[in-house]
Nanobody
């Protein structure tokens, strides 16, 4: 399974960005797709996740500014980030929990990361 993330960049405070992550490969289903972020010197933390049944989960501090969505027909997850702040600066990683193999075990995969920089 490969995850291809895109959409990062440099913006000013208050602006918006939309990240995309598309999964490809051989699998039965993608149970959950999500975004994590890691700032220099920090651990990788959950930003938001969405299951294939529509359940979403957000980091509490990001509710209201970030919105996650999925297009299951395209195996793609999106992260709409509004009113960005300097503290949102980090590398954003896509994650997918995928059912695959003869026993339909769940495996976790990571994308390559995309840099988001918020600075005036």
């Amino acid at each position: 399974v490969q995850l291809q993330a895109s959409g990062g960049g440099s913006v000013q405070p208050g602006e918006s960005l939309r990240l995309s992550c598309a999964a490809s490969g051989s699998f039965f289903s993608i149970d959950e797709m999500g975004w994590y972020r890691q700032a220099p010197g920090n651990q990788r933390d959950l930003v938001a996740s969405a299951t294939n049944t529509g359940t979403t989960n957000y980091a509490e501090s990001l509710k209201g500014r970030f919105t996650i969505s999925r297009d299951n027909t395209k195996n793609t997850v999106y992260l709409q980030m509004n009113n960005l702040k300097p503290e949102d600066t980090a590398v954003y990683y896509c994650n997918a929990k995928v059912e695959s193999g003869p026993y339909r075990l769940i495996f976790s995969y990571w994308g390559q990361g995309t840099q988001v920089t918020v600075s005036s």
